[in-house]
C-alpha cells in the first residue's frame, strides 16, 4: 500500500485545486493539547509571563482550550472558509514544498498559517483580542504541520480517502495518524503530556520565518517514505513505528513552537516578514 511519487493526471488536478473539504483535525484534542502544553513549559520565564498577560493565564485549561480553538471554530459558520489553512497538499513529482505551487493564493495553506500568525502575534499594534487570535491559530497550525499527512497528496486528500484496518477497527489512515494511535497509546492528556515529559527534548533553539519551510519538507519526506502503511492492515510492527515516529512529532512540534513564542514575545524587534 506504499504511495508511489509518480505523476498521475487526477493527482495534478487535484493539487491544483485544493479547495475541497478539510483534511482532517490533526493529532486531535490531545495531540494539540500537549504540544501547547509542553511548548509553554519551555519558555523562558520573560516569555511565558508576557503570554500569561495576553491570554490572562497560562494553565493547562486554557492553554489546551486555545490550541484546539481553530478546529471548533472552522465548523462554525465562517470557519468553513479557513478549512485550507490546516494543511498543504504538495505536487507529488516533488520532493520539496514551493509557496508559488502549492500554496494556493501564496496564504491558503497550513506553512504560510503559521508565519501569518506568528507576525500578527508579533504586533504589538494589534489589540488584544487579534493577538490572543494569533496565539490559537499558531499553537494550531504549528501542530498542523508536524503531522504527516497534513503536508500530503491531494488525490486522497491527505489520507481521508484511504480505508485501513487497525486494531479489528476500519477508520481512515488520516484518522489513524490524527488520533487512533495516541487514543491506543494513551488514555488521557495528561498521560500523554507526562509520557512526552520523560524523552529527551529537542533543544528550543532560535527561529525565523523560513525555518517553517524546513518543517515543511520534513513532514513532506515521512509521508512520501513512511506515512502509508504496506497494506491496508496495520501489523504490530507498522503501529510501533508510527507511534515513535508521533512522539517525535509532538515532542518537535513543541520545541519549535516554543522558539516562535520565545521569538516573537521577547526577541522581535518587528513583525516577522514572510
Request: proline share 4%; charged share 20%; hydrophobic share 40%.
Amino acid at each position: 500500500m506504499k504511495r508511489s511519487t509518480s505523476n498521475t493526471l487526477l493527482g495534478l488536478i487535484l493539487v491544483a485545486a485544493l479547495a475541497l473539504p478539510s483534511q482532517g483535525n490533526a493529532w486531535g484534542a490531545r495531540g494539540h493539547g500537549a504540544i501547547g502544553v509542553l511548548a509553554v513549559e519551555q519558555l523562558s520565564p520573560e516569555a511565558r509571563g508576557a503570554l500569561a498577560e495576553l491570554l490572562g493565564a497560562t494553565d493547562l485549561d486554557v492553554i489546551v482550550s486555545a490550541c484546539v480553538w481553530s478546529d471548533t471554530w472552522r465548523g462554525l459558520g465562517d470557519g468553513r472558509d479557513q478549512s485550507r489553512w490546516h494543511y498543504v497538499n504538495i505536487d507529488p513529482d516533488s520532493t520539496a514544498y514551493q509557496r508559488g505551487r502549492d500554496c494556493p493564493e501564496g496564504d491558503q495553506c497550513v506553512t504560510a498559517q503559521v508565519n501569518a500568525h506568528a507576525a500578527a502575534l508579533a504586533d504589538t499594534s494589534l489589540d488584544r483580542e487579534s493577538r490572543r487570535l494569533a496565539f490559537k491559530g499558531l499553537c494550531h497550525f504549528t501542530g498542523d504541520l508536524h503531522q504527516p499527512l497534513h503536508v500530503g497528496y491531494a488525490d486522497d486528500r491527505g489520507g481521508n480517502d484511504i480505508t485501513i484496518r487497525y486494531r479489528a477497527r476500519e477508520m481512515n489512515l488520516h484518522r489513524y495518524w490524527d488520533s487512533a494511535v495516541i487514543e491506543a497509546r494513551t488514555d488521557t492528556l495528561a498521560e500523554l503530556v507526562a509520557l512526552l515529559r520523560e524523552r529527551p527534548h529537542q533543544a528550543v533553539g532560535s527561529w525565523q520565518p523560513a525555518d517553517t519551510l524546513a518543517w515543511t519538507n520534513e513532514s513532506w519526506s515521512l509521508t512520501r517514505n513512511f506515512a502509508y502503511p504496506p497494506t491496508h492492515t496495520v501489523d504490530e510492527g507498522f503501529e510501533t513505528r508510527s507511534w515513535n515516529v508521533m512522539q517525535q512529532q509532538l515532542d518537535v512540534g513543541a520545541a519549535r513552537l516554543a522558539a516562535i513564542l520565545e521569538w516573537v514575545l521577547v526577541g522581535a524587534a518587528e513583525a516577522p516578514a514572510d
